[in-house]
């Protein structure tokens, strides 16, 4: 079993930043894509960003790419997402997200059913 749980979301202006962290417990997370997704309030869940077991490789959907940066430190079992020039629209609760299936090097993947992990998510309001 693995854990994850979220932190770092909260209120923030329009055009300013925000990190937002997921720590992993139970088991080892460096062998395993991590991802963000997002949800808005009446919408679906929607992938943020991805990155594979080593970092190498990292993959962002086109709302928020050139704005956030997905890491991880596997020492800390934690990866982060850094949000700069926030927007309205990225309102939504953040979830981080593990895939424990066994893959190919630098996997990423943007599919929401290929995540077996989910955290419990963190809020992120953006004022306008």
């Known amino acids: 079993q693995m854990q994850l749980v979220e932190s770092g979301g909260g209120l923030v202006q329009a055009g300013g930043s925000l990190r937002v962290s997921c720590a992993a417990s139970g088991r080892t997370f460096s062998p395993y894509t991590m991802g963000w997704f997002r949800q808005a309030p009446g919408k679906e869940r929607e992938f943020v960003a991805a990155i594979s077991r080593s970092g190498i490789n990292t993959y962002y959907a086109d709302s928020v790419k050139g704005r956030f940066t997905i890491s991880r430190d596997n020492a800390r079992n934690t990866v982060y997402l850094q949000m700069n020039n926030l927007k309205p629209e990225d309102t939504a609760v953040y979830y981080c997200?593990?895939?424990?299936?066994?893959?190919?090097?630098?996997?990423?993947?943007?599919?929401?059913?290929?995540?077996?992990?989910w955290g419990q998510g963190t809020r992120v309001t953006v004022s306008s």
């Open positions: 997200a593990a895939d424990t299936t066994t893959r190919i090097n630098n996997y990423v993947t943007r599919h929401l059913n290929e995540y077996d992990y």
